[in-house]
C-alpha cells in the first residue's frame, strides 16, 4: 500500500493559480489511480479530478471542469493538480486519494487511501 503526502497549498488571490502535488511512497504507485477530493469547512469532502494508472483517463467534476488539470509522473511517483482560475469558494483542504476500481474513484468510501491534506486559502 501506497502512502501519500501532499505540497503546495496556501494562500492566493482570486484568479491566481496553484499547482497541488502528492507525493507516494512505495514501489505501486502505478497500480493506483489517483484522485483530488476537497473538504470546504463545514461541508463534505468532495471528488475534484482522478486520472488513471496509465494517465491516459481523467476525470473531472462539473464544477472545477476547466479549471483544473489533473496529471501524475509514474516515474516520480507522483500526481499534480494545477488549478487555475481560482475562486474565494476553492478555499478547502485538499485530499490526495488513491484506489485500484477507476469506475469508483468519485466516492469517498471507496478510497483505499488519503493524504493527510492541504489547505488552499483563495481571498477576494
Not at 9 to 25: I, K, N, Y
Not at 49 to 64: E, H, K, M, P, Q
Request: net charge positive; glycine share 10%.
Amino acid at each position: 500500500q501506497v502512502q501519500l503526502v501532499e505540497s503546495g497549498g496556501g494562500l492566493v488571490q482570486a484568479g491566481g493559480s496553484l499547482r497541488l502535488s502528492c507525493a507516494a511512497s512505495g514501489r505501486t504507485f502505478s497500480s493506483y489511480n489517483m484522485a483530488w477530493f476537497r473538504q470546504a469547512p463545514g461541508k463534505e469532502r468532495e471528488f475534484v479530478a482522478a486520472i488513471s494508472r496509465s494517465g491516459v483517463n481523467t476525470l473531472y467534476a462539473d464544477s472545477v471542469k476547466g479549471r483544473r488539470t489533473i496529471s501524475r509522473d509514474n516515474a516520480k511517483n507522483t500526481v499534480y493538480l494545477q488549478m487555475n482560475s481560482l475562486k474565494p469558494e476553492d478555499t478547502a483542504v485538499y485530499y490526495c486519494a488513491a484506489n485500484q476500481n477507476l469506475p469508483t474513484i468519485r466516492r469517498v468510501g471507496e478510497i483505499e487511501v488519503w493524504g493527510q491534506g492541504t489547505l488552499v486559502t483563495v481571498s477576494s
